[in-house]
């Protein structure tokens, strides 16, 4: 069997809140196996965004163990763990989380520049995701000039250029109408239908209905794991 890109064993997560404990995960197993689209679903508190955070190595767990493309986590420096994600992760956040000083092809390169890639090979790299997502003539804008769903497609980008092993994606589909939703969708299923293996954090059906596994929490557990057919 293909060895798992994601591998989570007792995994749990307090929080303090006004000094009151919030179990956000407790005692989670969770595994995503290559080429699999999962959506982490359930309702606000259930811990679907703190495992993702967790598997992106954004946050750490009090107790168990993570590991991402065989490395443990736990055994990584803030160093170490900032390489893994720059070099094996792609990230996109409901909030875009793009440089607004920057266009919309300084923002797609910008994670390559850190990667060392030369200026010409991140430049075409750049130009070729950011045309393949129907932003051709949008290069030079920046984000203040963008729709919010052109703002979310050169996260998308940035996120891909670099073809990580791992894709997560929380809540992406937050700031966007429904019709620009299902493109942003349509886009994940195609880039998922090629190889990528995608996680999604979300409480959208129409993103739960495009993923092909979907696990569902409930105060900080997993309530179900589905395999289901895809949109």
């Avoid at 607004?100 to 850190?114: D, G, H, K, R, T």
């Avoid at 090979?121 to 963008?146: C, F, I, N, Q, S």
């Amino acid at each position: 069997m293909t060895d798992p890109v994601v591998v989570c064993r007792g995994v749990s997560r307090t929080y303090q809140q006004e000094s009151v404990p919030v179990h956000a995960l407790s005692q989670v197993d969770f595994t995503v196996y290559p080429g699999e689209f999962v959506s982490l679903s359930g309702p606000s508190g259930s811990g679907k965004s703190t495992l993702l955070n967790i598997v992106g190595g954004l946050d750490r767990p009090d107790e168990g163990s993570v590991s991402v493309d065989g490395v443990d986590l736990g055994e990584l420096s803030e160093s170490k763990l900032a390489e893994l994600r720059l070099h094996k992760l792609g990230f996109v956040f409901q909030a875009y989380n793009l440089i607004p000083v920057l266009s919309a092809l300084e923002n797609v390169e910008f994670i390559m520049q850190l990667q060392g890639v030369s200026p010409v090979e991140r430049a075409e790299r750049a130009t070729a995701v950011l045309d393949r997502l129907g932003l051709a003539d949008m290069l030079h804008r920046r984000p203040g000039e963008l729709s919010g769903g052109q703002q979310q497609r050169v996260a998308v980008a940035r996120a891909i250029v670099s073809e990580p092993v791992l894709l997560l994606a929380d809540e992406p589909s937050a700031n966007l109408d429904s019709s620009t939703t299902k493109d942003l969708l349509e886009l994940l299923k195609q880039l998922n239908e090629e190889g990528m293996t995608i996680v999604t954090a979300t409480h959208d059906t129409m993103v739960m209905s495009y993923a092909l596994r979907q696990v569902h929490l409930r105060d900080g557990q997993i309530e179900h794991d589905d395999q289901v057919q895809s949109a």
